[in-house]
């Protein structure tokens, strides 16, 4: 499967809106529609970017994320408290609960529309990082 950014989507939109085949604007009908497209990242730097710009805007992160204990993948809602080189610690809507996520388990990331704030006072608790 092929993952276009933003910019190269826009740009085939463009291109394709002066196409006289029905069929085909229909689907630049349907691209341009001002419902918001959820658009996921896969690539672990692209990863990483996202999830320091969602914590600098405080936004919350939908994650698909790898546990090798049970050798499965969730999806989960975070909201971030913290971004390290390896890992996040993240307040889990999931597990209504504070969690680690090592990042090179995140198979696949989305900013979310909500934010979120850090509860004052916050700090790790009983965490071990890098």
């Known amino acids: 499967m092929v993952y276009l950014t933003k910019e190269e989507a826009h740009k085939i939109v463009k291109e394709l809106a002066g196409n ?42 939908k994650i698909r994320y790898y546990s090798p204990h049970s050798d499965e993948n969730t999806t989960r809602i975070v909201d971030i408290y913290q971004v390290h080189n390896d890992c996040i610690t993240t307040l889990c809507h999931l597990r209504e609960e504070e969690r680690i996520f090592r990042i090179d388990r995140i198979g696949s990331a989305t900013i979310l529309d909500n934010k979120y704030k850090i509860p004052k006072g916050w700090e790790p608790e009983n965490i071990i990082l890098n």
Do not use: H, M
């Open 20 to 61: 006289k085949d029905k069929e085909v604007r229909r689907i630049v009908q349907k691209l341009n529609s001002p419902e918001k497209r959820t658009i996921y990242v896969r690539g672990k730097p692209e990863i990483k970017r996202l999830l320091r710009k969602a914590f600098k805007e405080r936004s919350q992160v």
